[in-house]
Each structure stands twice: as structure tokens, then as C-alpha cells.
């Protein structure tokens, strides 16, 4: 695997660029690493490029191309120091099989911290957690329905774990389940252990739990079709004594992820063609705006009005996903019970009340600026724009 092939192959989990320090967490194959520099000692491309410059205007960029330009420039000067060595560590994917959700969440995993020097020091920490410390105990407030399918993580396999889909890095992973009669079902697998931070997972499990309860379900929502367990928090000997102690007195299974019914021929709105975009975009506009409407009339945020989080199935019908930003009840109850409440008890509910309206009403602006927006754009234009509505929860 060559330089060039290292970089193409990593996948961008985190990212911290602040005044004294710069972070990158990556994963490239079956090894998480996670970069660590002073921004002193990173070099770009341009003379006239500043590590300090491009972090004070990211946030006044409004143009996609500008945005994605910016955002590509802080993580390929925070990433270049450091690829020779990710080639040399990096553990690939065994060609030919298929990985289980227990293999995949278990890892290699090197912190690497470039010195003053230009020397690199290499601390590993060796089958550690996807992500490490994302992987968490049950959730004391969560309850999944006896109806919910629980998998073991040992029967699930992720078919995207193969060489080509590992240089793409195709959203979301496919999964396989067993099923009656040696044959296997399709999903899409949703995880704890790698691209989602607690709570937003949390948030996002509990508003699939909600939508799976409902009498009548949203349409163009993915239905949840089961979670995936296991007995052990893969808690490495570098965990801290506090994670480590939770972690002990937890009981239950500990959930790595969830699945979702999968949608055939799935591209999310930023891939879309512009003549596909021409064509549907209105009737495009239109469903979305159905669906999150079903989900306000059940008290449910959507929480990231984002060209990533509206998918296109293969008869051209769209669908609304991830809700780690939104889900149900985060201002509290709202309803009847308020009433009899008195003076600033009262006031602190209906104030929630009113804010939880204008975040609905934020929602579904914002579906309609990101349509607008996005028609005249192609693909290659579209990645990093937005969210065109972000609740911070």
C-alpha cells in the first residue's frame, strides 16, 4: 500500500483544531490512530496558508467548495507527518471474508504525537475500542422493547469490510443477520463503537425505540429491526478506573449498535446526479417536508437538516435519517401535567414549549433553503455543505 493509498483509505472519525493543539482521530483498515500536533510544527501545501487563518475563517465560509477546500487543507497538514508511519502500522482487512461486528469493534489502536523535533512518538495501545471510551455501559434511562430483536455481535458480519469499500467508505455498513434456513438478512448497521458520540447515540436508539412503539409508523422512515450486543465492554488495560468501575457494576447486555431496515439502491441527496436533481427535487422537497411534519405531530426532532441525512432509494422516493442530534422529549414533557404547576415552574414548561415549536419550524426552513440550494449544485459541490439546521440539543 502506497502513501497515497493510505490516505485515500483513512476515515475521519474526530477532529479538534484548537489555538494550542491540533487532533485528528482516523481509522485506516482494521487500526485506529490518533494524531497528535502542535499547529507550530504543521506545514501546508501554499505559502500563503496558515494553520491559525484557516481555523479563525472556517466558520464565516458560507460556499460549499470554500468550505470542503478549508476543512481538507487543516486535515491534510495535520494527516501528512504521519502517513509513512500509518502505512507501516495499519492492520488491513482479511480479503475475501466478511468481518463480524465483534471483530470490527475490537482493534488495533496507536496514539501518535509528532515532537517539536519532527521526530514522531508511537504509543500503542493494542486491541483497544473503536473510538476508544465511545463503547458504554447500558443506558440506565433506556429500554428496549421485548419486541426488538437483540443479536449477538458474533453472528453479525459487515459486508463493507472489504478492500474497495474500505478505500470508499460507503455510508452506512451493510450487515448480515442469520435467519431460519442457513439464509441472511440485510441491513444498515447504525453504531455505538465508531462514528456516533453518547448521547447522540443515545438519542438516536431511543427515537428508533419511539418510532418502532408508534400504531401508526412515518413513512420514509427507516423502521429498527434489532440491536447488536455483547456480553463484554471490550475495556482494554489502558481504560481509566472510573470507566472501568462503571463498566463492572453494569448489568445487561452491552449494546454496540443498532440495525435498521435497508433501503435498496440507498445514495444520500449529496451524491445525487444535477439532472437527477432537476427532475425531483421538488417532489423531493415535498416528502421531506411530510415526513418531518409526522415527525412534529409526534413530538420528535429531526435535530440535522443535512444533504448526508436524506437518502435516495432506488425508485427515486427519499428518506429521513440519523437522529443523534434530534430525537424525542429533550425539553421535557410539554403536555397536560404543566397545568397544574404554578409560578416559574410553569413559565420554565411553557418556555420549553415555545422553543421546541421555533426548533420545528427552524426544521422545515431549513429543508426548504437546503433543496434550494443544492439544485443547481452537482455531486462533487455538494459534500460538506451545510447542516442547514443543526439542533445543539
Given at each position: 500500500?502506497?502513501?497515497?493509498?493510505?490516505?485515500?483509505?483513512?476515515?475521519?472519525?474526530?477532529?479538534?483544531?484548537?489555538?494550542?493543539?491540533?487532533?485528528?482521530?482516523?481509522?485506516?483498515?482494521?487500526?485506529?490512530?490518533?494524531?497528535?500536533?502542535?499547529?507550530?510544527?504543521?506545514?501546508?501545501?501554499?505559502?500563503?496558508?496558515?494553520?491559525?487563518?484557516?481555523?479563525?475563517?472556517?466558520?464565516?465560509?458560507?460556499?460549499?467548495?470554500?468550505?470542503?477546500?478549508?476543512?481538507?487543507?487543516?486535515?491534510?497538514?495535520?494527516?501528512?507527518?504521519?502517513?509513512?508511519?500509518?502505512?507501516?502500522?495499519?492492520?488491513?482487512?482479511?480479503?475475501?471474508?466478511?468481518?463480524?461486528?465483534?471483530?470490527?469493534?475490537?482493534?488495533?489502536?496507536?496514539?501518535?504525537?509528532?515532537?517539536?523535533?519532527?521526530?514522531?512518538?508511537?504509543?500503542?495501545?493494542?486491541?483497544?475500542?473503536?473510538?476508544?471510551?465511545?463503547?458504554?455501559?447500558?443506558?440506565?434511562?433506556?429500554?428496549?422493547?421485548?419486541?426488538?430483536?437483540?443479536?449477538?455481535?458474533?453472528?453479525?458480519?459487515?459486508?463493507?469490510?472489504?478492500?474497495?469499500?474500505?478505500?470508499?467508505?460507503?455510508?452506512?455498513?451493510?450487515?448480515?443477520?442469520?435467519?431460519?434456513?442457513?439464509?441472511?438478512?440485510?441491513?444498515?448497521?447504525?453504531?455505538?463503537?465508531?462514528?456516533?458520540?453518547?448521547?447522540?447515540?443515545?438519542?438516536?436508539?431511543?427515537?428508533?425505540?419511539?418510532?418502532?412503539?408508534?400504531?401508526?409508523?412515518?413513512?420514509?422512515?427507516?423502521?429498527?429491526?434489532?440491536?447488536?450486543?455483547?456480553?463484554?465492554?471490550?475495556?482494554?488495560?489502558?481504560?481509566?478506573?472510573?470507566?472501568?468501575?462503571?463498566?463492572?457494576?453494569?448489568?445487561?447486555?452491552?449494546?454496540?449498535g443498532f440495525l435498521i431496515i435497508w433501503i435498496d439502491g440507498a445514495v444520500i441527496l449529496a451524491d445525487v446526479s444535477r439532472r437527477d436533481r432537476?427532475?425531483?427535487?421538488?417532489?423531493?422537497?415535498?416528502?421531506?417536508?411530510?415526513?418531518?411534519?409526522?415527525?412534529?405531530?409526534?413530538?420528535?426532532?429531526?435535530?440535522?437538516?443535512?444533504?448526508?441525512?436524506?437518502?435516495?432509494?432506488?425508485?427515486?422516493?427519499?428518506?429521513?435519517?440519523?437522529?443523534?442530534?434530534?430525537?424525542?422529549?429533550?425539553?421535557?414533557?410539554?403536555?397536560?401535567?404543566?397545568?397544574?404547576?404554578?409560578?416559574?415552574v410553569l413559565e420554565r414548561e411553557l418556555d420549553r414549549g415555545e422553543r421546541r415549536k421555533l426548533e420545528m419550524k427552524k426544521e422545515l426552513e431549513g429543508v426548504d433553503a437546503m433543496m434550494e440550494a443544492l439544485l443547481p449544485l452537482g455531486p462533487e459541490e455538494s459534500?460538506?455543505?451545510?447542516?442547514?439546521?443543526?439542533?445543539?440539543?
Amino acid at each position: 500500500m502506497s502513501i497515497s493509498e493510505a490516505s485515500a483509505r483513512l476515515r475521519t472519525i474526530t477532529h479538534d483544531y484548537g489555538e494550542q493543539h491540533a487532533t485528528l482521530t482516523v481509522q485506516c483498515e482494521r487500526t485506529e490512530f490518533i494524531l497528535q500536533a502542535s499547529p507550530w510544527t504543521l506545514t501546508f501545501p501554499k505559502e500563503d496558508l496558515n494553520y491559525h487563518q484557516l481555523r479563525k475563517v472556517t466558520p464565516t465560509i458560507t460556499g460549499p467548495a470554500e468550505y470542503r477546500a478549508t476543512q481538507e487543507s487543516l486535515r491534510t497538514a495535520l494527516l501528512m507527518p504521519f502517513l509513512p508511519i500509518i502505512k507501516t502500522l495499519a492492520t488491513p482487512f482479511e480479503p475475501g471474508r466478511d468481518l463480524t461486528i465483534h471483530e470490527f469493534a475490537v482493534c488495533n489502536r496507536f496514539i501518535l504525537a509528532l515532537q517539536p523535533d519532527g521526530e514522531i512518538l508511537v504509543t500503542e495501545q493494542k486491541h483497544g475500542p473503536l473510538a476508544h471510551g465511545l463503547i458504554s455501559p447500558p443506558m440506565p434511562t433506556l429500554t428496549i422493547p421485548s419486541t426488538i430483536p437483540h443479536f449477538d455481535a458474533r453472528g453479525v458480519t459487515l459486508d463493507s469490510c472489504d478492500p474497495i469499500a474500505a478505500a470508499t467508505w460507503t455510508w452506512p455498513d451493510r450487515a448480515s443477520t442469520p435467519t431460519a434456513g442457513g439464509k441472511t438478512k440485510t441491513h444498515f448497521f447504525l453504531k455505538a463503537a465508531l462514528d456516533l458520540r453518547y448521547p447522540e447515540f443515545a438519542h438516536e436508539l431511543a427515537t428508533y425505540i419511539t418510532l418502532h412503539n408508534l400504531d401508526n409508523p412515518i413513512p420514509r422512515v427507516p423502521v429498527l429491526e434489532g440491536v447488536v450486543v455483547t456480553s463484554s465492554p471490550y475495556l482494554s488495560e489502558f481504560e481509566t478506573p472510573e470507566i472501568k468501575a462503571a463498566a463492572a457494576s453494569a448489568a445487561g447486555p452491552f449494546i454496540l449498535g443498532f440495525l435498521i431496515i435497508w433501503i435498496d439502491g440507498a445514495v444520500i441527496l449529496a451524491d445525487v446526479s444535477r439532472r437527477d436533481r432537476g427532475l425531483h427535487m421538488e417532489r423531493w422537497r415535498e416528502s421531506v417536508c411530510e415526513t418531518i411534519e409526522g415527525l412534529h405531530s409526534r413530538s420528535i426532532l429531526w435535530g440535522d437538516v443535512n444533504s448526508h441525512n436524506v437518502v435516495v432509494d432506488r425508485e427515486m422516493w427519499v428518506w429521513v435519517v440519523d437522529f443523534g442530534r434530534g430525537g424525542e422529549g429533550l425539553y421535557g414533557g410539554t403536555g397536560g401535567a404543566v397545568g397544574n404547576r404554578k409560578g416559574d415552574v410553569l413559565e420554565r414548561e411553557l418556555d420549553r414549549g415555545e422553543r421546541r415549536k421555533l426548533e420545528m419550524k427552524k426544521e422545515l426552513e431549513g429543508v426548504d433553503a437546503m433543496m434550494e440550494a443544492l439544485l443547481p449544485l452537482g455531486p462533487e459541490e455538494s459534500q460538506g455543505f451545510g447542516p442547514f439546521y443543526l439542533h445543539e440539543g
